[in-house]
């Protein structure tokens, strides 16, 4: 195939080096593979989000039986949980369907902790920190979700 020149536009007469491309052919599916950025697989997925799944049931239970005492722990192994699945993940990921549950899942658990260690606050009632902590630990479900949905 000939080569083809692109020269972009310039700007207020300041002149751009020119670009070469010399197929511009389809990439096949093979290529696209081996551009892709090295992810976890479906696997480690399913797997990193059952541990963060145990440890959210652990928390609930917690809550259910108002266990207070038993959140921030909870809270911390949670966080440990969702730190190794993010791990997992490349950490400047070019898709936004990857990077924004894998964000969701690292500002929720860093919420969960905060609103766990503020559970001593003066003026916050054991139900208002319960239903924080449930609220935390469904929006953690949900982006973990979003993911092991996007590997199945």
Do not use: W
Not at 11 to 33: C, K, N, R, W, Y
Request: proline share 6%; net charge negative.
């Amino acid at each position: 195939m000939p080569s083809v020149t692109i020269t972009p536009p310039t700007s207020a007469g300041l002149s751009h080096p020119t670009s070469q491309i010399t197929d511009l052919s389809p990439v096949s599916e093979e290529t696209t593979d081996q551009l892709e950025e090295k992810g976890p697989t479906k696997d480690e997925v399913v797997a990193q989000m059952g541990i963060i799944t145990k440890k959210i049931q652990e928390l609930l239970s917690a809550a259910k039986d108002n266990q207070v005492e038993y959140y921030i722990p909870c809270s911390e192994k949670i966080y440990a949980a969702v730190k190794e699945t993010v791990d997992l993940f490349p950490e400047k990921s070019k898709h936004e369907n990857v990077r924004v549950p894998v964000r969701l899942l690292v500002s929720t658990a860093n919420r969960l902790q905060m609103e766990c260690k503020n559970m001593n606050m003066e003026g916050t009632t054991t139900e208002t920190i319960t239903s924080q902590v449930i609220a935390c630990a469904y929006d953690i479900a949900k982006a973990a979700k979003s993911l092991v949905t996007m590997y199945q």
